[in-house]
Nanobody
């Protein structure tokens, strides 16, 4: 059973930085693509960033490009999202996702999802 647990979300001010972590359990996640999504009330879940199993094939949503950095440490079974220059519009619940197929994960059809961590950016 693969489980994903996000952490690091909290209340910050605009312009601050924050690191989210997604710790995984399960024997095959190191071979999976991993991604971050976010969701605000009343809106669909939004793709943020994705990283391939080997740390390559990185892509970002235009809204976070240049501000957010996705990375992973397979030895620690953990993926990260470093968020800089945070804006109030970045406020959302951030979810981690994992799937063997990167195209499936980008389309929001990942096999595994975490429970989310709340990020709130005050102006």
């Amino acid at each position: 059973q693969v489980q994903l647990v996000e952490s690091g979300g909290r209340l910050v001010q605009a312009g601050d930085s924050l690191r989210l972590s997604c710790t995984t359990s399960g024997w095959i996640v190191s071979a999976y693509a991993m991604a971050w999504f976010r969701q605000t009330p009343g809106k669909d879940r939004e793709f943020v960033a994705v990283i391939g199993w080997d740390g390559g094939s990185i892509n970002y949503a235009d809204s976070v490009k240049g501000r957010f950095t996705i990375s992973r440490d397979n030895a620690r079974n953990t993926a990260y999202l470093d968020m800089n220059s945070l804006k109030p519009e970045d406020t959302a619940v951030y979810y981690c996702a994992a799937d063997p197929a990167q195209n499936r994960i980008v389309n929001g059809r990942a096999a595994y999802w975490g429970q989310g961590t709340q990020v709130t950016v005050s102006s």
